[in-house]
């Protein structure tokens, strides 16, 4: 995620929401499809949560990132991970239908269902131990204007 300015609408003891509004520069951004402010498009802004280690306060506008490599880890923990317990899971079925001869399509097919369930609900667990992490957090990095 690039660093996005916006208005803070709210601040409590360790963090701000800050209203981050996507303009056309997201268009021309090399990161527009792999970033989730590109998924925001149709709306004009989006509060987000940040930790506030600036020390803004309510109507600063402000810059507000995140590390490259939390929004790659992100991605890859909500996008292909599921996929590739699926896959396992699949796969597992499959030998294990050969192994005992059973229909191998039905095997496979719920093994692989039960493989999505069960990494969608490890990712729900792990999603929160995350949010708690400062690192997967969005941060307040610069006040670029103090509000009057």
Known sequence: MPVREGVVTRVTAETA??????????HSCPEHDSCGMSLLEKKKAVDVEA??????????RVSVS????????????????PVIVMLIG??????AARAVN????????????LGLVGAIAG????ARRMEKNLLFRPRVVAVVERSP
Do not use: H, K, Q
């Open 51 to 60: 930790v506030n280690v600036a020390d803004a306060r309510v109507g600063d």
């Open 17 to 26: 929401w800050v209203t981050v509004e996507c303009d056309d520069a997201c």
């Open 90 to 95: 699949a796969f597992t079925g499959d030998m």
């Open 66 to 81: 995140m590390t490259p490599g939390a929004v790659a880890m992100l991605s890859f923990f909500l996008y292909l991970f």
């Open 102 to 113: 059973l229909d191998t399509v039905i095997v496979s097919a719920v093994c692989g269902f």
């Open 123 to 126: 990712m729900r667990r792990v």
